[in-house]
């Protein structure tokens, strides 16, 4: 099993919907959970970050987090064709080694 | 502030030769990481220094190298290069207040072997 799992994609959003994206961890001691957004032959920025257990907003962008069920997803709301990109979900297992998931590729058609 | 400084931007190299990669921190980061990414496998983490001293390190060969200076710049090596080395090599730094804490990267350096 993947530490950090993510549906590759790619997953094919119509402009103004709703994308969800989806990670799923293995480490129940991971704290951090964040996402990043990668457009292609550029490097991954942030987008958001979440620690605690329910909903993180900003802007048009939310992320739930669920230890629990050692889920975390991203909400992009008004979906735009400049969202199109790879989102990568990344935390720390609980000896602190960052971890990267292999990323799920967004494509929001007009 | 500046961002992330990675040189060279492009690189090529021929099987068998070593290269240096070099990466220069956000001001007052500490602690710098490297990646590589290729379309295959992904984002490989390489290692990680802090304060000059390799704090993490992932599952790479030890044709692998890296150090920290002590203005917290930071290079990597890869000697007797392979084709399969070919790929974006992405540094990273943090401020590392607080442990567990966002990465911003530098725009990378991507290395193709001939």
């Known amino acids: 099993q993947k530490e950090v799992e993510q549906n590759s994609g790619p997953l094919s959003v119509p402009e103004g919907a709703i994308a969800s994206l989806n990670c799923t961890y293995s480490?129940?001691?991971?704290?951090?959970f964040f996402w990043y957004r990668q457009y292609s032959g550029k490097s991954p920025e942030l987008i958001m970050f979440?620690?605690?257990?329910g909903d993180k907003e900003d802007g048009r962008f939310t992320a739930q987090l669920n230890k629990a069920s050692q889920y975390v997803s991203l909400l992009i709301r008004d979906s735009q064709p400049s969202d199109s990109a790879t989102y990568l979900c990344?935390?720390?297992?609980?000896?602190?080694?960052?971890?990267f998931g292999s990323g799920t590729r967004l494509s929001i058609r007009p | 502030k500046a961002g992330v400084t990675q040189t060279p931007r492009y690189l090529i190299k021929t099987r068998g030769q070593q290269v240096t990669l070099s990466c220069s921190p956000i001001?007052?980061?500490?602690?710098v990481s490297w990646y590589q990414q290729t379309p295959g496998q992904g984002l490989q983490f390489l290692f990680e220094?802090?304060?000059?001293?390799?704090?993490n390190k992932g599952n790479f060969p030890g044709r692998f190298s890296g150090r920290q200076f002590s203005n917290s710049r930071s290079e990597m090596n890869v000697s007797t290069l392979e084709l399969g080395d070919s790929a974006l090599y992405l540094c990273?730094?943090?401020?590392?207040?607080?442990?567990?804490?966002?990465?911003?990267f530098g725009p990378g350096t991507r290395l193709l072997v001939l």
């Open positions: 001001s007052g980061h500490r602690s």
């Open positions: 990273a730094s943090s401020l590392e207040l607080a442990g567990e804490e966002t990465q911003y």
């Open positions: 990344v935390t720390y297992s609980s000896a602190s080694k960052i971890i």
């Open positions: 480490d129940r001691g991971s704290q951090s």
């Open positions: 979440i620690y605690s257990n």
């Open positions: 220094y802090f304060s000059e001293t390799q704090r």
